[in-house]
Nanobody, 114 residues
Framework: QLQASGGGLAQTGGSLRLSCLAS????????IGWFRQAPGKERELVAS???????TYADSVKGRFTLSRDNVKNTAYLQMNSLKLEDTAIYYC??????????WGQGTQVTVSS
């Protein structure tokens, strides 16, 4: 099970750090992804990391967001800097299990205001 947290309200140009706490599984065995879904838009993958540490970012967040893992805490993070209004969305973390993204939890709301 995965629990995303850390969302909230931020101003444009500000920062937030999201956390994804795993229970019942060891995160570093899996591909981890951070997704977001804004109102009226499709869910999009913004960042992912493979078990070998290779990270990939959507063009819209490249250079601003950083995905990292703490294997001791069994937690993944999404550091979001230089936030923009268009970053407003519900953010979800997930892992690939059996070839599919498996754990769609409640997510955490990020709201960016000017």
């Amino acid at each position: 099970q995965l629990q995303a947290s850390g969302g909230g309200l931020a101003q444009t140009g500000g920062s937030l750090r999201l956390s994804c706490l795993a229970s019942g599984l060891t995160l570093d065995y899996y591909v981890i992804g951070w997704f977001r879904q804004a109102p009226g838009k499709e869910r999009e993958l913004v960042a992912s990391v493979r078990s070998d540490g290779t990270t990939t970012y959507a063009d819209s967040v490249k250079g601003r967001f950083t995905l990292s893992r703490d294997n001791v805490k069994n937690t993944a993070y999404l550091q979001m800097n230089s936030l923009k209004l268009e970053d407003t969305a519900i953010y979800y973390c997930n892992i690939i299990l059996g070839g599919i993204w498996t754990y769609w939890g409640q997510g955490t709301q990020v709201t960016v205001s000017s």
